[in-house]
């Protein structure tokens, strides 16, 4: 599977249609499958920092939403995509996509099945609403497909979304009858915005078809008319700075072509209600929202959707009526549930004051179902401890630093030392002399500023990188500079053993030789044990993302498929998937079908993550349905 060019090339307009006939499964791929984000390889981890540093900086001054706002700026009205038309329309929801092809793939190959059978949850008592044999339900593939944000990783570009997103997709449905062809929306999360959103409007914005999928929208933002009073919209956050001036405006707008009592569902690229319990400015955004563009209309925001945290998670309040959904398994690596808060207090942005930022009117939602479970996610946070198998390039990362830190040491202890060496020392020093040892090293670095400077550099690093699990104090973060302590022992512990061995066991005299044997025994011991204790680092408390980010695990992933029935109400079927399947390609797969295959010819596990979850029709709906079933009783 070579690359020869990567989809959606500058110089290619947008396609009109899709190919009236199938395509067959190609030879060979225009685009790589690649394998899941390796985030502790050193020059991944520079890159993503200097393009979020970028991004940072300079999204204010380029914002790219004014600039679709300019553009759009003869609309007579903007634009509502409207499938108000369909009695029963049927919508997918993923987020947080686009890193290892086998996980990616197996979300997209599940929402590209025409009709999918899902088992029911496995907790006990669960049950689906007209259950197929087995105690399956039956749901349709959405005629709407909606991206909550992240849909590309580690950082936009072109070919990045062609490898991990574009070509996955197109792959997992390439082509479909004309009335069953799905429509994609997407909202950018930070990912996206990491070059200007520039990949992200050339792709979603611009009516490109990817397989049998077409994009719709013409901003980083939408508007989409569902049946019996019911819409979606989709705003873009900017990396949680605001929602625009420009996208107030347009939401405005549309808000008057809504009536009073009518429902939303909206879609943000960040789980504000999560955040707010650690940072209570974190829900402003969406408040301003609800009470400035729904409110004065009298319309109620019944679901929220989002991704960014890497898990299933569902808040909803006291009457049960109003959900908060993080669904952010669309194939990145798992983020762990077990320290999300239990309860969340809102403000009710319904019985705010006009001008007033806040009100001291909350509503508490609780959180009702996570996905891995608690217990699940606990042991799982325990496999950070294989840090070092999982991410070589970092264990030779911390091999060459710590090679680099007893260089240091050995250099400067010739003017400090009367042996004039400081390994030929250590070996001649028994380890019941430690205090001995420790004191000199640390009189030795006191006295050269360039090694007290490489040593404070260290621990300062470590300091700043730690980020205390939520719910811990921020002091907490002083375990740190403790664990940038630990790095440096570990390096004086592994030099003194390395000196006996090499000086006294094995008897090398020569330096240059005993300079070889030291780099090689602190590169193959020293950095697997180095990945080690960082690894370790990262349980009792600190680092609660890289805990999960460092194991890129490919499991528990999930994705929701939404129901707006005859009858009005909306029906949510949270759908998880335990094991992203392995995938080969499908040279002989029938024209049209997917071009990938299951390794072990088995298609991947969908069950629900719990029972479905009904979400009321409108006021005036109900009534109607009400009517109906006794017109037909």
């Known amino acids: 599977m070579t690359t020869s060019r990567v989809p959606f090339e500058e110089d290619e307009l947008p396609q009109e249609q899709p190919s009236p006939a199938p395509p067959n499964a190609p030879k060979a791929l225009k685009w790589t499958p690649q394998p899941m984000v390796r985030w502790f390889d050193p020059v991944q981890l520079a890159n993503t920092g200097i393009r979020a540093l ?47 092809f086998d996980s990616t793939y197996t979300v997209a190959w599940l929402m590209a099945q025409q009709q999918l059978a899902v088992a029911g949850a496995e907790s006990p008592g669960a049950h689906v609403p007209s259950p197929l044999p087995g105690g399956q339900a039956q749901t349709e593939r959405g005629r709407v497909l909606i991206l909550g944000g992240d849909q590309v990783y580690p950082t936009a570009s072109r070919e990045e979304y062609a490898n991990r997103f574009a070509g996955p997709y197109e792959a997992a449905l390439p082509w479909a009858q004309e009335s069953q062809r799905p429509r994609m929306f997407a909202v950018p999360g930070n990912h996206d915005w990491y070059d200007g959103l520039t990949s992200f409007m050339r792709l979603y914005c611009q009516q490109r078809w990817i397989g049998g999928w077409q994009t719709r929208q013409t901003r980083s933002y939408f508007a989409l008319k569902l049946p019996h009073r019911w819409w979606l919209l989709g705003i873009d956050i900017q990396l949680g700075a605001d ?38 400015t974190a829900y402003d955004n969406l408040a301003f929202f609800e009470r400035t563009i729904l409110c004065p209309r009298k319309v109620k925001l019944m679901v929220t959707l989002t991704g960014d945290l890497h898990h299933y998670a569902r808040y909803t309040d006291s009457a049960g009526e109003r959900h908060k959904i993080t669904s952010g398994g669309g ?32 509503k508490t939602y609780t959180c009702k179902q996570v996905y891995p479970s608690h217990g699940a996610s606990k042991r799982l946070r325990g496999g950070a401890l294989l840090l070092g198998l999982r991410n070589p390039g970092f264990v030779v990362f911390l091999g060459i630093v710590y090679t680099l830190y ?65 719910g811990r104090p921020k002091w907490f973060r002083l375990f740190g500079a403790v664990h940038g302590a630990a790095h440096l022992s570990l390096v004086l512990l592994l030099s003194w053993v390395f000196a006996k061995l090499n000086i006294i066991a094995l008897g090398i005299v020569t330096p240059e030789v005993q300079a070889v044997a030291f780099f090689l025994e602190m590169l193959l011991i020293g950095g697997p044990l180095g990945a080690f204790l960082f690894g370790l680092s990262l349980l009792p408390g600190t680092n609660f993302n890289e805990a999960y980010s ?26 998880g998937i335990p094991k992203a399947k392995k995938w080969v390609v499908d040279n002989d797969a029938e024209p049209g079908a997917p071009y990938f295959r299951p390794r072990d010819g088995v298609p991947p596990l969908a069950r629900l993550i719990e029972n479905p979850i009904t979400v009321p029709a409108p006021a005036d709906r109900r009534v109607l349905a009400h009517s109906l079933f006794e017109e037909r009783a």
């Open 550 to 575: 460092s194991q890129h695990l490919e499991g528990y992933k999930n994705f929701l498929r939404m129901n707006v029935t005859p009858q009005g109400a909306l029906t949510i079927y949270p759908i």
């Open 243 to 280: 929602v625009d001036k420009p996208q107030l405006e347009y939401f405005a707008r549309i808000a008057q072509e809504m009536e009073p009592g009518d429902q939303v569902i909206l879609c943000t690229a960040q789980p504000a209600w999560v955040e707010s319990k650690e940072h209570p």
């Open 54 to 100: 970028l991004s940072s900086i300079f999204g204010a001054y380029a914002d790219k939403r004014e600039v679709q706002a300019a553009l759009a700026r003869d609309e007579e009205k903007p634009t509502i995509h409207d499938y108000s038309q369909d009695d029963n329309l049927w919508i997918d929801f993923t987020a947080d996509l686009g890193d290892g």
């Open 331 to 362: 194939g990145a690596y798992l983020y762990g549930t077990h320290l999300l808060p239990e309860e969340v207090e809102l403000p009710k942005a319904e019985v705010a004051e006009p001008g007033r930022g806040s009100t001291a009117e909350t």
């Open 406 to 470: 007893a260089w240091l040491l050995q250099d400067v202890s010739r003017i400090h030392l009367t042996t004039g060496n400081l390994l030929l020392w250590l070996s001649s020093e028994p380890f019941e002399r430690i205090g001995t040892v420790v004191g000199t090293v640390l009189r030795i670095t006191l006295r050269a500023p360039i090694l007290a400077a490489f040593a404070a550099l260290f621990i300062y690093s470590l300091y700043k990188f730690c980020a205390p699990d939520p």
